[in-house]
C-alpha cells in the first residue's frame, strides 16, 4: 500500500501572506505512461473535497492561480502565493497509482 | 452537471450491516467513469473505500475489502455500498463521488455532500 505523510499537520496564515504544504509518498508516483498520480483537495468546513490540482502541478477548473503545485517521484508541494479568508479547511493530497490513498490532511487557519 | 445524492440509515447497530445508495443525476453511471465511496469519521482525515465501473468491475481497499460489498444499478442510474460487521470504528460521513477515468485523469471531481452514519445501540 502506498502511505501518504503530509506536514505541517496544521498552519496559521496572515492574510495576504504564502502558504506552503510538503506531501510525500512512500513510493514513486510516476507511472510508465509518464504521468505522476498526485491530486491536491480541499476540504471547506462542512463540505464535501474539492479538487485543486492534478497530476502535480495542473490547476482543475475555476481554481484561482493563486494555488499552485509542484514535486515529481515522492517528495510534492503546494503553494498559496497569497493566502485568502476563504482559503481556510483542510488540504489533503491523494494518490491514484495504486487504488487511492489520502494523506492526513492540513488544517489551514487564518491569524 | 453531474449531482451525487447518498441516502440511507442513519443508524446501525453493532454488528449489523450498513446499506447506502448513490443517486447520480445530470449524467449517466454508464460511461467509463469509476464510482467511488469515501468516508471521514468525526474530525478525521478521508478513506477511500471501493469503486466499481459500470460494467460492475470492482476496486476495493485491502484493509476493508472482507466487510465491503459495492455494487451497480445501470437501470436506476445508482450505485451502493454494503458494509457488514460495523463497530463504532466505522461511525463516519460516508460521501459518494465520481473519480474521471474516461480522460484517464483519476482523480475526484463530483462528490455528494455526505451522509452520517452513526453505529450505536
Known amino acids: 500500500d502506498i502511505v501518504m505523510t503530509q506536514t505541517p499537520l496544521s498552519l496559521s496564515v496572515t492574510p495576504g501572506q504564502p502558504a506552503s504544504i510538503s506531501c510525500k509518498s512512500s513510493q514513486s508516483l510516476l507511472h510508465s505512461d509518464g504521468k505522476t498520480y498526485l491530486y491536491w483537495y480541499l476540504q471547506k468546513p462542512g463540505q464535501p473535497p474539492q479538487l485543486l490540482i492534478y497530476e502535480v502541478s495542473n490547476r482543475f477548473s475555476g481554481v484561482p492561480d493563486r494555488f499552485s503545485g509542484s514535486g515529481s517521484g515522492t517528495d510534492f508541494t503546494l503553494k498559496i502565493s497569497r493566502v485568502e479568508a476563504e482559503d481556510v479547511g483542510v488540504y489533503y493530497c491523494m494518490q491514484s497509482l495504486q487504488l487511492r490513498t489520502f494523506s492526513q490532511g492540513t488544517k489551514v487557519e487564518i491569524k | 452537471q453531474v449531482q451525487l445524492q447518498e441516502s440511507g440509515p442513519g443508524l446501525v447497530k453493532p454488528s449489523g450491516t450498513l446499506s447506502l445508495t448513490c443517486a447520480v443525476s445530470?449524467?449517466?453511471?454508464?460511461?467509463?467513469?469509476?464510482w467511488s465511496w469515501v468516508r471521514q469519521p468525526p474530525g478525521k482525515g478521508l478513506e477511500w473505500i471501493a469503486e466499481i465501473l459500470h460494467s460492475g468491475n470492482t476496486n476495493y481497499n485491502p484493509s476493508l475489502k472482507s466487510r465491503v460489498t459495492i455494487s451497480v444499478d445501470r437501470s436506476k442510474n445508482q450505485f451502493s455500498l454494503k458494509l457488514s460487521s460495523v463497530t463504532a470504528a466505522d461511525t463516519a460521513v460516508y460521501y459518494c463521488?465520481?473519480?474521471?477515468?474516461?480522460?484517464?485523469?483519476?482523480?475526484?471531481?463530483?462528490w455528494g455532500q455526505g451522509i452520517l452514519v452513526t453505529v450505536s445501540s
Open positions: 463521488a465520481r473519480l474521471e477515468v474516461a480522460t484517464l485523469r483519476y482523480y475526484f471531481d463530483y
Open positions: 445530470g449524467g449517466s453511471i454508464s460511461n467509463n467513469n469509476w
